[in-house]
């Protein structure tokens, strides 16, 4: 059983210290670390749609960077 309690929790110690790209790829991690039900989960618990939660999970499991190298 998924607890959107801890989940909610979890993302709102987080919250004050990301971007929305940062809660974005925060929200797919957490979905990801779930498994199965874990994006309609995060979706429930933490008040992003299931499609944002699924893009983010594309964009982390791209690799890709889109800000560009960092020094």
Same mark, same amino acid.
């Given at each position: 059983m998924i607890d959107l309690d801890d989940?909610?929790?979890r993302y709102q110690q987080a919250y004050k210290?990301?971007?929305e790209r940062g809660r974005r790829l925060s929200a797919a991690n957490e979905a990801l670390a779930?498994?199965?039900?874990? &994006?309609?989960?995060? #979706?429930a +618990?933490?008040?992003l749609a299931r499609s944002t939660i699924r893009r983010a999970? &594309?964009?982390l499991q #791209?690799? +890709?960077?889109?800000?560009g190298p960092r020094v």
């Amino acid at each position: 059983m998924i607890d959107l309690d801890d989940i909610r929790i979890r993302y709102q110690q987080a919250y004050k210290f990301l971007d929305e790209r940062g809660r974005r790829l925060s929200a797919a991690n957490e979905a990801l670390a779930l498994g199965h039900g874990g &994006v309609t989960a995060t #979706s429930a +618990a933490v008040g992003l749609a299931r499609s944002t939660i699924r893009r983010a999970i &594309v964009e982390l499991q #791209s690799g +890709a960077n889109p800000i560009g190298p960092r020094v």
